[in-house]
């Protein structure tokens, strides 16, 4: 006999918040904490999750402070791990990003891509353009700036794929265009997808707290209150902050350049990378001080529309047609090949040199975005309250995908032309230099001095907007996922993203550091794949019940003559009704929380 009904893992009533519990924007701190604790939120003194806040903040200090006193020390830990990982889970990383790829694919072209995140009358919180500029400078942020000209440069250069040799100069471009694709393109998008997804459908549909734990709740039920949600907390709160902190270095490392390439100083040394590093901290502090919505937002649709003009100022004042033409030919190059550089792990080139290449670019990638995905996942997440999911799914995969194509098109494909169609000088002394690459680049445009100062500004924001936003992450995870967390949690996540970039830029630690998002991201791919699990169970079930619950509410109109719209009703809107309100506008900054308090 067939049970339909019967299924593995919590029921669908379980899995909502419970009755009468949701958040509303009157609601103070003190009552949005106490509703949160009555959903099973350990919330301590300070408004923090003491089992999630300490842990976290005592290993990152740690390391940080190894890093310092010891960088050799650590450099060989960190780099004997990445050589295993590398080694014997290879394979592992490129299979689990292709699944990702595919799983979210399909899920936007199902039956559940017209559920929406929220309740049916939901409407989005922010319009199309500050969504997609706030998903993109979160998403990619200043590697998207730091690795434009020089990515494809490189591949056609002196960083050549395995298997890239024995290819002609025109081939090889095409190539390298398409390998930049296949690292910036639907693959990482498509990890910001899967956790994003999940959170918000936990969020906005569920009513639970922000915190990666509830994700996992149609797998472990209850438990996600116990240790086993610390631990997947404590680890997203772990790949957030040394993820900013890698980004916040690499975008001090290119200011300094430009600075350098524009006249301002002479030379650059630590010294000048620290005071940067300082004055951007402190820049992202008061953004992150002044609330959210506002900061956020405003700095987010300034990076965008400062992006676009650099965008297109390149693109007119550089070689026009054969930008374009680099865009066109590249994209064909990357549909024709997609799917042997998605699975591509280097079997046949089992040479030192190819190991490392793959242990530098394609596995580094991976492991990075899968570590960032908890900090993009999260604010994605928040943010895209009343999208469908398909629509979010089209607009977190496919809209920056295409942005970012473009981007590298017309960027790299301006370093490409120089090389060997121009000067020939993008390669000097047999490498290539990532940060310096894009100030070369502008140089020689009308206008570069001022491009380049734009440039600069670019960088500026991406670091106040990456810290910003991951110190609101990051101090929501350790707050049991309020709303509003306490002001000098969240300050102090800025600072301490801040200060570990310090440490690590004066310990050299920026390498070892980048295979530690590689190391981080191992156990974390594994709580994506049971977010994938908890994502089409939870909408198996929800879509059951509220199919259900339609039939009765019609058959009882037909009997009782009752007319109207069967969403209206209040057993209806009570099934998704009780939520916690997420709008990135509750946020709010450190005057009006006091006053609140």
């Known amino acids: 006999m067939d049970h339909p009904e019967q299924d593995s893992g919590p029921s669908a009533e379980e899995l909502r918040a419970p009755k009468g519990k949701r958040v509303d924007d009157q609601d103070s701190d003190r009552e949005i904490t106490e509703k949160l604790r009555a959903q099973g939120v350990r919330i301590g003194k300070g408004g923090i999750a003491p089992?999630?806040?300490?842990?976290?903040?005592?290993?990152?200090?740690?390391?940080?402070?190894?890093?310092?006193?010891?960088?050799?020390?650590?450099?060989?830990?960190?780099?004997?791990?990445?050589?295993?990982?590398?080694?014997?889970?290879?394979?592992?990383?490129?299979?689990?990003?292709?699944?990702?790829?595919a799983f979210t694919l399909i899920l936007g072209f199902s039956r559940f891509g017209k559920v929406k995140l929220g309740r049916d009358t939901d409407k989005p919180e922010f319009g199309l353009f500050s969504w997609f500029a706030m998903l993109f400078a979160a998403g990619m942020g200043i590697g998207l700036v730091f690795?434009?000209?020089?990515?494809?440069?490189?591949?056609?250069?002196?960083?050549?794929?395995?298997?890239?040799?024995?290819?002609?100069?025109?081939e090889l471009q095409g190539m390298a265009m398409a390998q930049t694709f296949v690292h910036w393109g639907l693959h990482p998008w498509s990890v910001y997808a899967v956790v994003g997804l999940s959170i918000a459908y936990a969020v906005h549909r569920r009513g639970r707290p922000v915190s990666i734990r509830w994700a996992l709740e149609p797998v472990f039920g209850d438990r996600v209150k116990g240790w086993i949600g610390d631990v997947i907390d404590i680890l997203a709160i772990f790949g957030t902050v040394f993820g900013v902190a890698t980004s916040l270095g690499l975008g001090v490392q290119q200011i300094s350049t430009g600075m350098q390439s524009i006249g301002i100083v002479d030379s650059v040394d630590n010294t000048l990378l620290v005071i940067l590093i300082i004055v951007i901290t402190f820049l992202a502090l008061i953004s992150v001080l002044s609330g959210l919505g506002?900061?956020?937002?405003?700095?987010?649709?300034?990076?965008?529309?400062?992006?676009?003009?650099?965008?297109?100022?390149?693109?007119?004042?550089?070689?026009?047609?054969?930008?374009?033409?680099?865009?066109?030919?590249?994209?064909?190059?990357?549909?024709a090949n997609i799917m042997n550089m998605t699975f591509d792990v280097g079997a046949y080139t089992r040479t030192e040199d190819a190991t490392s290449w793959y242990s530098s670019w394609t596995l580094f990638y991976w492991g990075w975005w899968i570590a960032w995905s908890p900090f993009v996942g999260v604010f994605i997440a928040r943010i895209s309250r009343g999208?469908?999911?398909?629509?979010?799914?089209?607009?977190?995969?496919?809209?920056p995908t295409l942005v970012g194509f473009l981007w590298f098109a017309v960027m790299g494909g301006s370093g490409l032309f120089r090389q060997f169609f121009g000067e020939g000088d993008m390669v000097q002394d047999g490498s290539v230099g990532a940060e310096a690459a894009l100030f070369q680049v502008l140089s020689d445009l009308p206008l570069g001095s001022i491009l380049s100062v734009a440039a600069i500004l670019l960088v500026a924001i991406f670091f106040i907007t990456s810290s910003d936003s991951g110190s609101l992450v990051v101090d929501m995870?350790?707050?049991?996922?309020?709303?509003?967390?306490?002001?000098?949690?969240?300050?102090?996540?800025?600072?301490?993203?801040?200060?570990?970039?310090?440490?690590?830029?004066?310990?050299?630690?920026?390498?070892?550091?980048?295979?530690?998002?590689?190391?981080?991201?191992?156990?974390?791919?594994?709580?994506?794949?049971?977010?994938?699990?908890?994502?089409?169970?939870?909408?198996?079930?929800?879509?059951?019940?509220?199919?259900?619950?339609?039939?009765?509410?019609?058959?009882?109109?037909?009997?009782q003559g009752i007319t109207g719209d069967i969403t209206h009703s209040p057993e209806f809107e009570e099934y998704v009704d009780n939520r916690i309100d997420y709008r990135i506008s509750r946020t709010k900054g450190v005057f009006s929380q006091d006053r609140e308090r």
Request: with cysteine; net charge neutral.
């Open 147 to 170: 690795y434009g000209v020089g990515e494809p440069l490189m591949y056609a250069t002196v960083s050549q794929k395995p298997g890239f040799e024995n290819l002609s100069e025109s």
């Open 387 to 399: 999208r469908t999911v398909r629509q979010f799914i089209a607009g977190v995969l496919l809209v």
């Open 51 to 101: 089992a999630v806040f300490w842990p976290s903040l005592l290993i990152i200090v740690a390391v940080g402070l190894l890093g310092v006193l010891a960088p050799d020390f650590t450099g060989e830990v960190f780099e004997g791990t990445q050589s295993w990982i590398v080694t014997n889970f290879g394979w592992y990383y490129m299979l689990v990003i292709g699944g990702f790829v």
């Open 477 to 559: 995870l350790a707050s049991g996922g309020h709303p509003n967390p306490p002001s000098w949690s969240r300050a102090l996540w800025a600072i301490v993203e801040g200060l570990l970039a310090i440490g690590l830029l004066l310990a050299g630690g920026l390498t070892a550091l980048q295979a530690g998002s590689l190391i981080t991201a191992l156990p974390f791919s594994v709580v994506m794949i049971l977010m994938c699990v908890a994502t089409v169970r939870v909408l198996s079930k929800d879509t059951r019940e509220l199919e259900a619950r339609r039939r009765e509410l019609a058959l009882s109109e037909v009997r």
């Open 294 to 335: 506002k900061g956020i937002r405003w700095l987010s649709n300034a990076n965008l529309s400062l992006a676009g003009i650099l965008l297109i100022a390149v693109l007119l004042l550089g070689p026009t047609v054969f930008l374009l033409d680099n865009f066109v030919q590249s994209l064909g190059t990357y549909l």
